[in-house]
């Protein structure tokens, strides 16, 4: 699209037009924004639009559909919060340092994206099966990236329930966060102190299994 800045008579500067990758971006943040804080149902593409500043047909031209925006922003997030769970546990050199690690990503990812939790685990899940679906199976995903970090020794069941033991902490953690953030406190600072306090239970109860 390029960018205009030409001058009006007034004096004033246009505001500059934004490139279709810019637009884009901004269109998907927008969207994020809404979808979480309204849900599926409750939102439409007039809403999206409106709040960003563009025209429907702009906005379709971007995206066919808004179950299509939905799945894609459900693509989006996922793809950031698996890479950067697998990326902290491959930085781990011990057990504790793995559950360190691991809860530290998942709340970077959240306290930095407050949206893109709202919009996985928020309350507002859509009734569409197939977005459900969608969701889900990111879920899933966390699991099994989690219990491949369990030891092999417990025994799939095991390993299953304690990952999702796991993930309950950090989903509860985070919606404690988003609900009622502390005031003044800055990202990093909040990023340590619940890192610091879920991973300090979890390993706590870890570490207490006998396993062999």
């Given at each position: 699209m390029g960018t205009d800045t030409a001058t009006p008579p007034s004096g004033r500067a246009r505001p500059r037009r934004l490139g279709a990758t810019e637009r884009r971006e901004q269109l998907v943040l927008t969207a994020l924004r809404l979808f979480g804080e309204r849900g599926y149902r409750a939102t439409t593409m007039e809403d999206i639009a409106h709040a960003a500043g563009v025209t429907k047909p702009l906005l379709y031209q971007h995206f066919a559909s808004k179950r299509a925006l939905y799945l894609e922003l459900v693509q989006e997030v996922s793809a950031e919060l698996l890479a950067a769970l697998r990326a902290a546990h491959a930085r781990a050199t011990s057990r504790r340092e793995l559950v360190e690690n691991g809860y530290r990503a998942y709340f970077e990812t959240i306290v930095h994206h407050a949206e893109a939790f709202r919009l996985l685990f928020g309350r507002h899940a859509p009734d569409d099966p197939e977005l459900l679906g969608a969701v889900r199976a990111v879920e899933r995903e966390v699991l099994e990236v989690v219990a491949s970090r369990i030891p092999e020794e417990l025994g799939d069941d095991h390993r299953r329930l304690l990952a999702y033991a796991l993930i309950g902490l950090a989903e509860g953690g985070a919606r404690y966060w988003v609900d009622s953030a502390r005031k003044g406190a800055s990202s990093a600072e909040d990023v340590e102190?619940?890192?610091?306090?879920?991973?300090?239970?979890?390993?706590g109860g870890l570490r207490s299994i006998e396993i062999g």
């Open positions: 102190v619940l890192a610091g306090r879920i991973s300090a239970m979890a390993w």
